[in-house]
């Protein structure tokens, strides 16, 4: 049994070995990709961490200090300049144009009287689990 | 558990700022303190609309939990862009 | 047991943020989720933390929160709110708040509180919170 296992640890530790070697040859291969998608807003050497797109999170980094756009529950949507956020979409926008928008039924007609009400706040802190969905800058131009 | 905006409003502590609920209730008052959940509590508050909301008339101090916050309106002066942006990008880091 | 229980967190409580402690031999009003207002007064004096309800004859006992916001009230009272009619005080008895459900714990300030015409204070009832 012992002499079993043993037999299978060279073999397995090689291709793990394997695997490895695979896995940094394409994170060397992706870099330049990766780098070009980062470029924005790093300041001096960034590490590898720093700059890897792994997940969604990673691409709301890249709109730091952009506007972007903000949709959110009970039919708000907001404007604003992205200063600061964390992984549970909190975030402190800044120069923000909120839209509320609300429906009502007319009492007579029971058509859908649909209004939108704008403000605009020089700051604000927007708890993360009211979000829907962040839409980063367009990049036209 | 995400320390920047705990660490954020701590620094804010003293500041005057409008907390909205996710009720429609709008609350300035003075920041008193904060903890990790982002609860907050609030000094000398008023209810912003109070014609609408006479519910919190005689209520001058109080504890708001963190869950029911939907916005907090910020002192402007109270925004260091270059410090958040540093910060959330050490947040993103995993630092 | 359970008195101690509540106790230590109380005292977890005095080590954070903003917790309820300070609130301690106030009058209290709630806010919960569903937009209902509760008050009542803790007395941390007797056995159980014990609440009077700032009108005559009326009293609750709040046996203590954690840092859930978890909330244990007994006899404690509401204030509808209406536009049709004054505010009207209903009798809730004994009460476990899940800490989920409540929005806001104030703080009445009794001489602002006695102050008001709660007969004649007419609003809509708050509406309840939506995550």
């Known amino acids: ?141 | 558990m995400t320390y920047l905006f705990f660490s954020y409003f701590k620094d804010l502590v003293g500041r005057e700022v409008t907390v909205e609920l996710k009720n429609d209730l709008a609350i300035r008052g003075t920041l008193h303190s904060v903890d990790q959940y982002l609860n907050i509590k609030l000094e000398n508050t008023r209810v912003v609309d109070q014609d609408k909301y006479p519910h919190m008339l005689s209520v001058r101090n109080c504890f708001i939990r963190g869950s029911v916050v939907r916005y907090v309106q910020l002192p402007p002066d109270g925004v260091d862009i270059e410090l958040l942006h540093d910060a959330t990008r050490r947040e993103a880091r995993g630092g | 047991m359970i008195e101690f229980q509540l106790f230590r967190a109380l005292s977890f409580e005095m080590s954070t943020g903003p917790g309820l402690e300070s609130l301690v031999d106030q009058t209290i009003s709630v806010i919960t989720n569903d937009g209902r207002n509760i008050v009542f007064q803790w007395d941390p004096n007797l056995q159980h933390y014990s609440f009077v309800f700032p009108l005559p004859n009326a009293k609750g006992i709040l046996k203590g929160f954690d840092q859930a916001t978890n909330i244990i009230l007994d006899e404690s009272h509401e204030r509808v709110y209406s536009t049709k009619e004054g505010v009207q005080q209903l009798v809730l008895g004994l009460y476990i708040i899940r800490g989920d459900n409540i929005s806001v714990v104030g703080e009445l300030d009794e001489e602002l509180d006695s102050a008001l015409d709660l007969s004649n204070l007419r609003a809509h009832p708050l509406k309840p919170v939506i995550h």
């Open chain 1, 1 to 141: 049994m012992t002499v079993k296992s043993g037999a299978r640890v060279l073999p397995d530790v090689f291709g793990r070995f394997l695997t490895l070697s695979r896995i940094v040859a394409l994170k060397i291969l992706l870099k330049p990709l990766v780098y070009s998608l980062c470029t924005k807003g790093r300041t001096g050497m960034a590490t590898e961490e720093d700059s890897a797109v792994k997940e969604p999170l990673d691409l709301i980094r890249l709109s730091l200090d952009e506007r972007i756009y903000v949709k959110l529950r009970s039919d708000r949507e907001l404007r604003g300049k992205l200063h600061a956020y964390d992984q549970h979409l909190n975030m402190i926008l800044g120069d923000v144009e909120e839209i509320v928008t609300t429906v009502e039924i007319d009492d007579e007609t029971y058509e859908e009287i649909v209004r939108t009400t704008r403000r605009t706040v020089p700051f604000l802190f927007v708890r993360g689990d009211g979000v829907i969905l962040v839409s980063p800058p367009l990049r036209t131009a």
